[in-house]
C-alpha cells in the first residue's frame, strides 16, 4: 500500500487517541517508572523511510518491540506486505489500547482493503521483549533511546539469537556483535525531536 493511503487510514485509526495519557496512568498504576518505559510515538513518513532500509519483502514476519499502542505495528502493517506483525509490550494497559484499535481495524477499514491485507495476521502480546521467542522474526524494531546499559546487554544477546538475514532496525542505540552486522543509518524524526536508526543484518 503507498505511505499516502496507509497513512490516512492510520490516522483514522488514532483519530483523537492519546497514547501518553495512557502510558502516564499506567506506569502510575503498576509503579513502573523506569526510563526503560519511557512512551513515544512514530511519525508515519519517518517510519516508513527507516523501514524502507531493511528492505521488507512480501510474505515476511516484522516484529515491534516495546509497541505501546500500536502504532508502528500498525503502520508496518498497513504500508508492507508481511504476512504477519507482531508487537510485543510490557505494559497491559498499553497492549489493552493497540488491541482495541485493531478490532476498530479489523471491523471498519481491513474489509475494504485488498487480499494481501485481508490474509495477514496481526498480534498484540503483553510480555518482555526479552523472552518472547523471536525466532521467526525477519524484521524487527525497536526504539531504545530509554534504554540503559544492562537492557542494551540483554537485548543484543537476544538479537543474537535471530534467524540468519534478519534485519534488526535499532533507533536511538547501536548494536556492538559480530553476529550484527551494519548495514545503514538513517535519521528518524518521532514526536519529540529525532533519533539516529541503525539498520543490522544477522549473519
Known amino acids: 500500500m503507498e505511505l499516502a493511503r496507509a497513512q490516512e487510514l492510520f490516522e483514522q485509526l488514532y483519530s483523537g487517541f492519546s497514547g501518553y ?6 506506569k502510575e498504576r503498576l ?11 512514530v511519525i508515519p513518513p519517518a517510519f516508513h523511510d527507516v523501514m524502507l532500509a531493511a528492505a521488507p519483502q512480501a510474505g515476511e514476519v516484522f516484529f515491534d518491540l516495546g509497541s505501546g499502542t500500536g ?8 504500508a508492507f506486505p508481511f504476512r504477519r506483525v507482531v508487537g510485543i509490550e510490557l505494559l497491559p494497559g498499553l497492549g489493552d489500547a493497540a488491541r482495541k484499535v485493531l478490532s476498530h481495524y479489523d471491523a471498519q477499514l481491513r474489509p475494504h ?3 494481501e491485507h485481508q490474509e495477514q ?22 526504539h531504545g533511546t530509554c534504554y540503559g546499559p544492562e537492557l542494551m546487554d540483554k537485548l543484543t544477546h537476544k538479537l543474537e539469537e ?5 534485519r534488526v532496525i535499532m533507533a536511538g542505540q547501536t548494536l556492538k556483535s559480530p553476529e550484527l552486522v551494519f548495514q ?15 539498520v543490522y543484518k544477522r549473519r
Do not use: H
Request: proline share 3%; charged share 30%.
Open 21 to 26: 495519557d495512557i502510558a502516564r496512568q499506567e
Open 31 to 41: 509503579g513502573k517508572q523506569e526510563a526503560a518505559t519511557t512512551y513515544g510515538e
Open 71 to 78: 502504532k508502528a505495528t500498525l503502520l508496518a502493517a498497513l
Open 113 to 115: 482493503l485488498g487480499p
Open 121 to 142: 495476521r496481526i498480534d498484540f502480546i503483553d510480555g518482555d521483549f526479552l523472552v518472547e521467542d523471536l525466532s521467526e522474526a525477519d524484521v524487527l524494531f525497536a
Open 162 to 166: 535471530l534467524k540468519p538475514g534478519a
Open 184 to 198: 545503514k543509518m538513517k535519521v528518524m524524526k518521532t514526536d519529540w525531536g529525532s533519533a539516529l536508526a541503525a
